[in-house]
């Protein structure tokens, strides 16, 4: 499985930008698929995830309200739409993917996620 984020970039404060995941070399029924990020000197944090099968999302407080993960199942794709970003969002952005579905208690922990994305670097100046 192999799966390439892309999207990120400079954005002023305020601004939005869409995070993308495709995924390749195995379908995404049945699994679940996470967003995390990770800023300098931070541990990587979760922000998102949705479930593949009834596509129930989940996310972190700190972006409820400001993002919204969504799938396209025909395209293997994840995204990650995020509006009225601020500067303590700026970190690397990380989709990810599970082995196999888990429990809801489980979904915001990335030792969860056996797949990992690359990463995409998201700046959001002040």
């Known amino acids: 499985v192999q799966l390439q984020a892309s999207g990120g970039g400079l954005v002023q404060a305020g601004g939005s930008l869409r995070l993308s995941c495709a995924a390749s070399?195995?379908?995404?029924?049945?699994?679940?698929m996470g967003w995390f990020r990770q800023a300098p000197g931070k541990e990587r944090e979760f922000v998102a995830a949705?479930?593949?099968?009834?596509?129930?999302?989940y996310y972190a407080d700190s972006v409820k309200g400001r993002f919204t993960i969504s799938r396209d199942n025909a395209k293997n794709t994840v995204y990650l739409q995020m509006s009225s970003l601020k500067p303590e969002d700026t970190a690397v952005y990380y989709c990810?993917?599970?082995?196999?579905?888990?429990?809801?208690?489980?979904?915001?922990?990335?030792?969860?996620?056996?797949?990992w994305g690359q990463g995409t670097l998201v700046t959001v100046s002040s």
């Open positions: 949705i479930r593949w099968s009834a596509g129930t999302t």
């Open positions: 990810a993917q599970t082995l196999r579905r888990i429990i809801v208690s489980m979904i915001r922990l990335p030792s969860s996620y056996t797949y």
């Open positions: 070399g195995r379908t995404f029924s049945g699994y679940d």
